[in-house]
């Protein structure tokens, strides 16, 4: 059943208006009902913008796997993050203490990336490090400093010290939903945000502020959750089924699957389950406080799944901020998985991004990280190991080609399918994914097939993939109107 509902997903298509939040129901038919709203009704904020077009991107890479990083340089912008322990260098001697952020900052630099950082306590009591799945480390999990202002002089060392080279953005801790990351109560948390929040203004008062970002699994878990909560059963069951299939098909999920409401809420009601819940209204706290500037989206899950998560973010944000995609990307172990459905999930989770005004978006991880006998690979990459690309790499490619210099980005629609525009001095890139099976007729010369970048798709044809079609109008309406060229029918901005 699993496998046949991963089919059925994998051939369906996201459609994605300019105002896909605003009908009450995502891609499942679930109605949005005041039994789940919360107050928050911010809608779509401005996006942060650090480079010189209209959307940033970015790559996050394991810093010591060499052949990859000539993908990286090629692509020759856009941000990247890495993570500082406090517990781990405060009792450094202060001329070596950020040597390794030294290091890391030239590397991004001379590969033309912006550095964004995650400042994490770590545990200075020496406790034992919890496994991290996704790189196959095992991480120390923060608490609260046990020396709270040694902590805040620590955060605003660093950010005076950075801001002036181009470390504008702060995340404070990561993922703390997850047993490998925190290990304090919700409360401390918060309280932590509050201090991290003020050593980083004090520091650089113009630089960007993030929570911790919820990961993907715990933003399943919480949505699901909430259904379940408005006794809305079905639904949460749905959910949570698409949310989780896919990962289920590796022998490292970190939650299983179920087959009925009564075993999901059961699960819910588990002591991990409920940790991510607590997690994940004690982070809403910190954001709703007006402690950070930003929200930090992670999502790695089947891209028809992004409307419900966005919804359920808009709807819970009391203060007006942008929203940032620091950890974007394909969860996906298993057989199942093949690199053409990779390729053309990427166009559709970056344009569906673009369209909602999420900036940046960091694509992770720009290659999977080999380890020993027993480590899966769960987070699939732009390119191989041995740096050699996939259709997912080319998409990601032609993306950041255009959105470098970007003039202008839109959400389109033609007849039979949704995409997005992005206008540059060099020309225009257009991405359009079909509404449903043969729903999008190819007429003319010029498109790619997102599964397979390498080939064309020939006039006459109805793709079931998107399509890249790249343009040379450095305008709106010349693009638009070179893209009807191609697909036989208006284009339309919005």
């Known amino acids: 059943m699993v496998k046949k509902a991963l089919a059925t997903l994998a051939a369906a298509t996201l459609v994605l208006s300019a105002s896909a939040c605003d009908d009450g129901a995502g891609p499942t038919g679930r109605a949005t009902t005041p039994a789940t709203m919360a107050s928050g009704t911010m809608g779509v904020v401005p996006p942060v913008l650090m480079e010189t077009g209209k959307v940033d991107l970015g790559i996050k890479w394991n810093w010591n796997l060499k052949p990859p990083l000539a993908y990286a340089q090629q692509v020759g912008w856009g941000e990247t993050f890495f993570e500082v322990e406090w517990c781990a260098l405060r009792d450094r001697p202060e001329g070596t203490r950020f040597a390794q952020v030294e290091r890391i900052l030239g590397q991004a630099q001379a590969l033309g990336y912006r550095l964004m950082l995650k400042i994490r306590v770590g545990n200075c009591g020496g406790g034992n490090k919890e496994l991290d799945p996704a790189e196959g480390t095992r991480k120390s999990p923060s608490t609260f400093p046990d020396d709270p202002a040694a902590y805040q002089q620590f955060v605003t060392t660093m950010v005076k010290l950075y801001s002036g080279r181009g470390v504008k953005s702060w995340a404070i ?111 809403w706290a910190a954001i709703n406080s007006g402690a950070v500037t930003s929200y930090q989206l992670h999502f790695y899950e089947n891209p028809d799944l992004l409307p419900d998560l966005l919804d359920y973010i808009r709807r819970h944000l009391t203060v007006r901020i942008p929203i940032e995609g620091w950890e974007i990307g394909t969860a996906w172990p298993g057989d199942n998985y093949t690199e053409q459905i990779h390729g053309a999930e990427t166009a559709r989770l970056l344009g569906a991004l673009m369209r909602e005004q999420v900036s940046p978006i960091v694509y992770l991880p720009l290659a999977y990280t080999p380890g020993g006998a027993t480590k899966v690979e769960i987070f699939r990459g732009l390119v191989t190991p041995e740096g050699a690309s996939t259709p997912a790499g080319e998409v990601y490619a032609a993306y950041a080609k255009y959105a470098k210099d970007s003039t202008d980005v839109a959400g389109v629609r033609t007849s039979g399918g949704t995409g997005i525009l992005l206008v540059a001095p060099s020309g225009s890139l257009l991405v359009l994914w079909p509404d449903g099976e043969g729903s999008l007729r190819i007429t003319g010369a010029g498109a790619r097939s997102a599964a397979d970048p390498a080939g064309s798709v020939p006039a006459g044809s109805t793709p079931r993939d998107p399509v890249l079609i790249e343009l040379a109008a450095t305008d709106r309406e010349g693009a638009l109107k070179a893209g009807e060229a191609v697909v036989g029918s208006p284009v339309t901005a919005g």
């Open 173 to 283: 801790e990561n993922e703390v939903d997850a047993n490998n990351f925190w290990s304090g109560t919700p409360e401390e948390y918060t309280r932590l945000v509050t201090l991290a929040s003020e050593a980083i203004k004090a520091g650089d008062p113009d630089a960007t502020i993030l929570d911790a970002g919820i990961s993907s699994t715990g933003n399943g878990i919480e949505l699901a959750g909430e259904l379940m909560d408005a006794g809305k059963e079905q639904e949460a069951l749905a959910l949570y089924q698409q949310w989780f299939g896919r990962r289920n098909e590796g022998p490292q999920a970190r939650f299983g699957m179920v087959d009925s409401a009564d075993a999901l809420r059961s699960l819910l009601s588990d002591g991990r389950a409920k940790r991510i819940r607590a997690m994940v209204a004690a982070n």
